[in-house]
């Protein structure tokens, strides 16, 4: 009994490991411009913005970095994704558990989504600092002034000039986007399998084409909800030492300046990496596991 689930365990570190990386390097490039349109300085008036939507930002971005800068910031999550991942998938796997009495009772969608809420409670401690040194990274290229060298040399300054406090700025804001995200994430997903199975069938009966298309949906319903807490993640993350008072600060300056439409700032970039950036994460996860289950 011991042996299975040590078995099982490593089985959900490699697997979500794996759906954790095809992610990053599928969706980080749109990544990079949905954080440099969130976090923008608001022209003066008579002014064009810096940007005039997803398209013009990356191709700005293009020119004056190549197309490498649009990977700027990729270090950071890539060197995070297996324990986060391995996390996501143990934490919702257990939350599923919690609400039944029975290993093979069936779960329903109202479920899925207490389930995927409760996993997102847990990435927050491992997110929140791999976060805010992609964000910094990711905004160093628009300003033109490089002041860190890479992931590493920005969370050694980051301690430095504000401590661990420093660090973990926006583990609220990262609460907020996070647990209703991930609810909304598995029921997508979930949902979507159920829908695509025929009488008869069982979820390990879907090819990869409908666990791709399963997992693309999954990250659209996933950042429909959870754009406007990443917005406000964006700017305290990315803001000057001492300019917000937290992210409620945040919100109030957003809505008073610019309008609530401001919070969805970036959502065009985020749907376009969302749809074959979660395909790859599922089909990854799924196709892994599968090998895996087979193998051992």
Not at 75 to 83: N, Q, R
Not at 181 to 200: D, P, T
Request: glycine fraction near 12%.
């Amino acid at each position: 009994e011991q042996e299975f689930i040590m078995s099982d365990g490593i089985k959900s570190v490699i697997s979500g490991g794996v759906g954790g990386v095809s992610l990053v390097l599928a969706g980080h490039p749109m990544d990079t411009v949905k954080v440099m349109l969130q976090t923008m300085p608001k022209p003066a008036p008579g002014q064009q913005p810096m940007y005039k939507g997803g398209l013009d930002c990356a191709m700005k971005t293009v020119k004056s970095g190549g197309f490498k800068s649009l990977y700027r910031g990729v270090a950071a999550p890539v060197a995070g994704v297996t324990p986060i991942y391995a996390l996501v998938f143990w934490s919702y796997g257990l939350g599923k558990k919690l609400q039944q009495k029975d290993a093979n009772d069936p779960l329903s969608l109202l479920q899925i989504w207490n389930a995927g809420c409760f996993s997102g409670v847990f990435t927050t401690a491992i997110m929140a600092p791999g976060e805010r040194i992609k964000c910094l990274l990711q905004v160093q290229n628009a300003t033109g002034e490089v002041k860190y060298n890479g992931a590493i040399d920005c969370a050694k300054q980051i301690l430095k000039e504000g401590g661990l406090r420093s660090l973990y700025r926006g583990s609220c804001a990262t609460l907020l986007r996070d647990v209703p995200g991930s609810g909304a994430y598995f029921v997508g997903y979930e949902g979507m399998r159920r829908a695509m199975l025929k009488e008869g069938q069982t979820v390990n009966d879907l090819n990869a084409w409908q666990l791709l298309f399963a997992g693309g949906c999954a990250g659209i319903f996933n950042w429909m909800v959870a754009i406007p807490f990443d917005t406000l993640k964006s700017r305290l993350q990315t803001a000057p030492e001492g300019k917000y008072n937290g992210v409620r600060d945040v919100y109030r300056e957003i809505v008073k300046q610019e309008g609530h439409a401001a919070l969805y700032r970036g959502l065009g970039p985020v749907l376009v990496r969302a749809f074959p950036a979660n395909a790859a994460c599922f089909a990854g996860m799924e196709l892994t596991l599968r090998a895996l289950n087979k193998l051992f």
